[in-house]
């Protein structure tokens, strides 16, 4: 029995592979800082677990209905015009187990065989995946560094066609945390509006910056209806585990969006999505102080990294990963990720693993303790000085 033709042109996630190999290593007792998984080192506040506990307790156990429950829903709704400046009620809002059915099931509904999907590059790798899978055209947008990580806009707009369906943008961004600036996202904005066409927003890390805030194409004029925003709780509140997001779009694609949930996962769990409302509507200073504390490890990591012969790092803007050029080192991305790992212990992602145009740099998550990525930047050193 052969695997459909459309599986041959799934992708999947480095990081995970990248973990599995390091895992492998410290069973053998080597010492390995990981730097590879895009996931906070940090507990879930104790609020939003104290009201999953209670949430079990009093029965929260059951089917919900297919798109969240009404009050999480307006909750969401509220949290979302209050944060984007936007009015956005809860017949837009979709409740998803984590943020990856916002890229794949608005694109299973929206984007045909032959369609045009813009997407950047580098970029997390399920959008590539995602356009592939469904038989449509990548038509990727590098970002370049000299722009801080964001799009060529002249580029941009000579790559967009009849046949662009969807144009997806990510801001704080993964693998480079670059922040589109403000005047391009008016600018992508004003290219777009009165273009038969859908933005996917993926704002996961909305929460996550340390200089200008990021602006998100939805609060545009005549954007909202245009927009599908993803969000969730993964990165703002240490919540990987919990499979909790949302995605907020037009109300005639998230009744679309919902008939696949139904014929997928039925619903997301009842009591995560109690723990949710507890996380919006509660206490905020534990993810303040987890934000923070990124921004006293961005800045030092990052100052390390620059003192390493052959790199040069960007100071990220958002987000919790460095992405250093390293072509001053002679090495390929993918040579000097496997080397590190396995010659140093410390555990990175190749900038190919984001795409093609990630070539010459290297993924450092600084989701780990700062005396770690001191240590990180040591090991690095010593390899590089033995392979001079």
């Known amino acids: 029995m052969k695997l459909a033709e459309r599986m041959s042109r799934i992708g999947t996630e480095t990081a995970f592979e990248v973990l599995v190999r390091a895992r492998a290593l410290e069973a053998q007792g080597r010492s390995v800082i990981h730097l590879e998984i895009g996931e906070p080192d940090f507990a879930t506040p104790g609020h939003i677990i104290e009201e999953a506990k209670r949430a079990l307790d009093q029965g929260w156990t059951h089917y919900g209905p297919t798109q969240g429950y009404p009050e999480f829903r307006a909750t969401i709704a509220s949290y979302v015009s209050r944060t984007r400046g936007i009015q956005a009620g809860p017949e837009r809002v979709v409740v998803v187990p984590g943020g990856k059915p916002v890229i794949f099931f608005p694109m299973l509904a929206l984007v045909d065989p032959g369609d045009e999907v813009i997407y950047p590059n580098p970029g997390f790798p399920i959008y590539e995946s995602m356009i592939r899978f469904l038989g449509a055209e990548p038509v990727a947008i590098p970002l370049v560094e000299n722009r801080s990580f964001s799009f060529d806009l002249d580029l941009f707009r000579s790559k967009l066609t009849g046949r662009t369906k969807l144009i997806i943008l990510n801001s704080p961004q993964n693998p480079t945390g670059g922040v ?209």
């Not at 005047?183 to 859908?198: N, Q, S, T």
């Not at 490890?297 to 052959?310: E, I, K, V, Y």
Request: aromatic residues 10%.
């Open 180 to 388: 589109i600036p403000s005047e391009d996202i008016r600018a992508i904005a004003d290219m777009v509006r009165d273009r038969d066409l859908m933005i996917l927003s993926d704002e996961i890390y909305s929460r996550i910056y340390y200089d200008e805030a990021p602006v998100s194409i939805a609060s545009l004029p005549g954007m909202l209806d245009k927009t599908i925003l993803l969000d969730g709780f993964s990165k703002t509140y240490a919540m990987t585990g919990w499979r909790l997001g949302y995605g907020v779009m037009p109300p005639w694609l998230a009744e679309a969006v919902g008939t696949l949930l139904v014929n997928s996962n039925s619903c997301t769990a009842s009591f995560t999505q109690r723990a949710g409302m507890a996380a919006l509507d509660g206490p905020q200073d534990e993810a303040e102080r987890m934000i923070a504390e990124f921004h006293r490890r961005r800045d030092a990591f990052c100052a390390g990294l620059n003192t390493l012969p052959g790199f040069r790092c960007p100071l990220p803007e958002g987000a919790f990963y460095a992405f250093p050029n390293i072509r001053g080192t002679g090495l390929s991305s993918r040579e000097l990720a496997d080397r590190l790992l396995t010659e140093t212990g410390v555990a990175c992602l190749a900038g190919t693993a984001f795409g093609a145009f990630g070539e010459g740099y290297l993924r450092f998550s600084y989701a780990n303790s700062y005396e770690n990525l001191a240590e990180a930047v040591e090991r690095i050193r010593r390899f590089l000085e033995r392979n001079r």
